[in-house]
């Protein structure tokens, strides 16, 4: 490390504290001489001893420590020991006799800052200044550090504060609204027809806008569970999961005459409920945001290359899935039309490759030893404006008004907060009118380090 | 044979114990409904203590958790723990869906674990299907107070 001609050689900044550690009255004296020449402001006190050393650091709080390397009583390196007992951040120079390169080398290992010979005194101011404005830089360093780790608990603090808020609330919330609700409905059914017609328009409203508020409430209480324990990760194989999604959007899938071909899914590591949870919010916006026409939706995956995920910020480069010999053969995608399922053979080359332009600037938190699997769940439904692509993840937010389509707008959030449980991200591709893909990425399953389960 | 059943709510909040009455007034067999609003009375009730001893006692207990004076927790154990009162069925009807209090009240014997609807009608209905599965389904231990 260098130092470059600096000003403060000849005016440092603020008044100094010097420590000597030094037998010879005359040396110590030549010291603070050639100190004073350059500039410094400095007090100096002098000591011989070891428990005068100790009291000074004590009391004093020396900004420097300048030790001779060897005195009658004791020797300046121990003065080291003592400041790293102290815990204090005091640098220490020797200033000393003749010393051999070998013992030079020695000292600055064990911590000393530098060494300048009594011969060559006009070297000393350098090296003070260097080593307090070491000092300093590393005080900042030091605070800053400090403050980071604080500011991180601050907010880790906030944010289980606020999820307990959010759950508290909505929880206590619940029952007046309950009891609001329940009996506005009561009166709307005992006294309907028996008021005036105003009457019975206003019990409707009421009643209306209690319902919302439950379902809003709800909504919230679902998406602060979603976050609040982080469930246990297990082997979760997709496919089961998928059974389970269709099943559960039967009367949806059955209704809008929905046809949706699915890749064989492979097995991640998650929870069960909450993939079942995401998969249906997405499969069940594609159904629910459709044009006029029967709904298609595709559910793709490919395997991520555990090279291509890093922890900085990277592009995921558009991947092939690599499908490894032995198992190529035999890729099935299941197609539902209804709530009919059956089973088809998709050409491999179907899977094999995504567009060439689906590639997105993603951050990918953590590395799991497997690498990941993306997942992309396509529609032909009426699709997203550019500058909602990344705020319709955000808590309520809705595109649409609830009459063209009911909900509250918490699907997404929800679905964000569970992918990116598992170090995964969740984005969507899409324009206004030619459909939407939606993409996430999970850990791939712990056991498993090979391609789609068979 | 046709005897009425009888039932105890406990529920604190009287709005609630409307509407469960109500509910259970709706269902085709004529029931005797009784209740209290904490679980002091509703130990008291059950073990025929001071304005209770001439009490009978109920068929079916519906129980709500967060009660004042004394949890609902504590009654459900105390009932439990009573060689003779343990026959009785609980059910617990609760707002509450956190697992913990789900697991605790199995713990500690609740006979079912009912998590209140939001909704009226499934509110009227959760009410309605309790009845009819202890009191048309299921078989209860019989003679029991008379």
């Not at chain 1, 009367?251 to 890749?263: K, L, P, T």
């Amino acid at each position: 490390m260098s130092i470059g001609p600096t000003k403060t050689e000849t005016a440092p900044v603020a008044k100094i504290h010097v420590l000597q550690v030094e037998d010879n009255p005359l040396d110590s004296e030549l010291v603070q001489r050639e100190l004073r020449r350059a500039g410094f402001d400095f007090t100096a006190t002098v000591v011989q001893t070891r428990a005068d050393f100790i009291r000074e650091v004590e009391e004093h709080c020396p900004q420097i420590v300048l030790a001779d390397y060897n005195l009658p009583q004791w020797r300046g390196m121990e003065a080291l020991a003592v400041l790293e007992h102290e815990n204090v951040d005091v640098p220490l120079i020797l200033v000393t006799g003749a010393l051999g390169e070998v013992t030079a080398v020695e000292c600055l290992k064990k911590g000393a800052t530098d060494y300048v010979l009594k011969g060559a005194l006009a070297r000393l101011p350098v090296a003070v200044h260097r080593a307090l404005r070491e000092r300093t830089l590393r005080l900042q360093r030091k605070m800053a550090e400090h403050e980071l780790a604080q500011k991180v608990e601050e907010l880790a603090r906030s944010n289980k504060e606020l999820e307990q808020f959010a759950y508290v609330a909505s929880h206590d919330l619940q029952e007046p609204l309950r009891m609001v609700a329940s009996y506005t409905q009561l009166l709307g059914e005992r006294y309907k027809g028996k008021l005036d017609e105003t009457a019975d328009k206003y019990i409707d409203y009421a009643v209306e806008g209690a319902k919302r508020m439950q379902t809003l409430i709800q909504d919230l209480l679902a998406f602060s569970r979603a976050g609040r324990n982080r469930p246990a990760q297990s082997d979760v194989d997709c496919n089961v999961v998928m059974k389970d999604v269709l099943q559960n959007l039967a009367s949806s899938i059955d209704e809008s005459g929905a046809v949706i071909a699915c890749d064989d899914l492979p097995v991640v590591a998650a929870d069960r409920m909450q993939l079942t949870q995401l998969l249906q919010n997405l499969i069940g916006n594609a159904i629910k945001f459709r044009k006029d026409n029967t709904p298609l939706i595709s559910v793709k995956v490919e395997r991520l290359k555990v090279e291509s995920a890093r922890i900085e910020p990277i592009k995921i480069a558009p991947i092939k899935t690599e499908l490894a010999k032995n198992e190529s053969a035999k890729t099935e995608a299941t197609k539902v039309e209804g709530a009919r399922i059956e089973a088809t053979k998709l050409e491999p080359a179907k899977l094999e490759a995504t567009k060439p332009d689906t590639a997105k600037p993603e951050v990918v938190k953590t590395l799991p030893a497997n690498g990941f699997w993306q997942f992309s769940v396509s529609d032909e439904g009426i699709g997203i404006a550019p500058e909602h692509l990344e705020s319709i993840f955000s808590v309520f937010h809705r595109l649409n008004t609830r009459a063209e389509y009911p909900g509250n707008g918490i699907g997404l959030a929800i679905s964000k907060k569970i992918v990116e449980q598992y170090g995964g991200t969740i984005w969507v591709e899409s324009s206004p009118g030619q459909g939407s893909t939606f993409k996430f990425t999970l850990p791939a399953a712990i056991g498993q380090a090979k391609g789609a389960s068979a | 044979m046709v005897c009425t059943q009888e039932v105890l709510i406990v529920d604190d909040n009287p709005a609630d114990l409307n509407l469960a009455q109500e509910a259970l007034a709706r269902c085709k067999r004529q029931n005797k409904i009784s209740s209290v609003t904490d679980g002091e009375q509703a130990v008291a009730f059950l073990f025929r203590r001071g304005a209770y001893i001439n009490q009978l006692r109920p068929n079916l207990v519906i129980l709500d958790l967060n009660l004042p004076k004394k949890d609902g927790r504590a009654v459900l154990e105390e009932l439990k723990s009573d060689p003779d009162l343990r026959k009785i069925p609980v059910v617990i009807f609760s707002t509450s869906q956190a697992s913990s209090d789900i697991v605790r009240s199995y713990q500690l014997g609740a006979n079912c674990y009912v998590s209140k609807p939001v909704d009226l009608k499934a509110y009227f209905a959760a009410l309605q299907s309790i009845e009819e599965f202890w009191f048309g389904l299921a078989r209860l231990p019989q003679g029991e107070g008379e």
